[in-house]
């Protein structure tokens, strides 16, 4: 049996469910037994391949980027699983909402600077007015909630995808189930 193609995501969110996922530590070698990691950011690779099996996508869609990044790795993904509370509800990136992307930047790059204060234009991607999780910009096929979801969780779940076993997290957090 060839191994699946994985990819992992971080678009806006704190990383915490990426260090749940090491968090499996050795089970991080039998998950290497079945899986390539072909994308991730704790990998070297830069650019989303084409064909991957599994994508574990973290952070809302927060920004213009994100937006494209999570329709790309939509389109290029068989399986796509929105993982943490980011991912799967906007979590705290979505508590600038009620503030609005001028307000928030404004108080980042201009209130809060002693000098050189501007809004920068090249680094900082512009901004979504609301930030969203990812099911409303695309299809999640799985979602594991949690602040980050627990690295039993991550193991459970992906043992069972994987291996095609029973799915053994609650039934909401399976799409369409």
């Not at 072909?38 to 690779?45: A, L, M």
């Not at 830069?46 to 790309?72: M, N, R, W, Y």
């Not at 993904?77 to 009620?98: E, F, Q, T, Y």
């Not at 201009?110 to 990812?134: F, G, S, Y």
Request: aromatic share 6%; glycine share 6%; with cysteine.
């Amino acid at each position: 049996m060839s191994k699946l193609k994985l990819a992992t995501v971080w678009l806006d969110g704190c990383s915490g469910c990426h260090m749940s996922f090491l968090d499996m530590d050795e089970r991080l070698i039998e998950l290497a037994e079945l899986v390539d990691v072909v994308y991730s950011p704790i990998v070297d690779t830069k650019q989303f391949p084409d064909e991957v099996d599994i994508a574990l996508v973290e952070g809302a869609v927060a920004s213009v980027d994100d937006e494209k990044k999570i329709k790309k790795i939509r389109a290029h993904s068989k399986m796509l699983i929105a993982i943490g509370d980011c991912a799967v509800a906007g979590n705290v990136p979505s508590m600038r909402n009620p503030f609005g992307p001028e307000a928030i930047l404004n108080r980042a790059y201009i209130e809060n600077a002693d000098t050189q204060q501007q809004i920068p234009c090249v680094v900082v991607p512009k901004l979504l007015r609301v930030v969203r999780p990812i099911h409303e910009f695309v299809k999640v096929d799985v979602f594991l909630p949690g602040c980050p979801p627990s690295a039993d969780t991550f193991h459970t779940a992906l043992t069972a995808l994987i291996t095609g076993e029973p799915l053994d997290i609650p039934a909401l957090t399976r799409f369409g189930a």
